[in-house]
Nanobody
Framework: QVQLVESGGGFLEAGGSLRLSCVAS????????MGWFRQAPGKERDCVAA????????YYTDSVKGRFTISRDNAKNTVYLQMNNLKPEDTAVYYC?????????????????????WGQGTQVTVSS
């Protein structure tokens, strides 16, 4: 069982930056692929970014490439999402997720059903 707690969301104007954090329980954090998803009202939950067991392998949805950066600090059991140049369309609840290692150290999952554990979500609101 893994417990995930997100923080760092907030309200800001377009062009601003936020850094989301997700702290995971357990001492086997390095064995989990991690992802960030977001969901706006009336929309499906979609993957924003993901990072494999090997932190050199990442995934970003097209709309955030060049603006968002996912990273992890295994010593702190934490995954981050640095969000720069935020836009109103980035407004959503952001969730972090963990996938237990199942053989692919270079795989960054980007589908909801691929993840085993989810955080409670943190709200990001960007005004125009």
């Amino acid at each position: 069982q893994v417990q995930l707690v997100e923080s760092g969301g907030g309200f800001l104007e377009a062009g601003g930056s936020l850094r989301l954090s997700c702290v995971a329980s357990g001492r086997t954090f390095s064995s989990y692929a991690m992802g960030w998803f977001r969901q706006a009202p009336g929309k499906e939950r979609d993957c924003v970014a993901a990072i494999s067991l090997n932190p050199g392998n990442t995934y970003y949805t097209d709309s955030v490439k060049g603006r968002f950066t996912i990273s992890r600090d295994n010593a702190k059991n934490t995954v981050y999402l640095q969000m720069n140049n935020l836009k109103p369309e980035d407004t959503a609840v952001y969730y972090c997720a963990a996938r237990m290692g199942r053989g692919g150290r270079n795989y960054a999952p980007n589908k909801s059903y691929e993840y085993d554990y989810w955080g409670q979500g943190t709200q990001v609101t960007v005004s125009s």
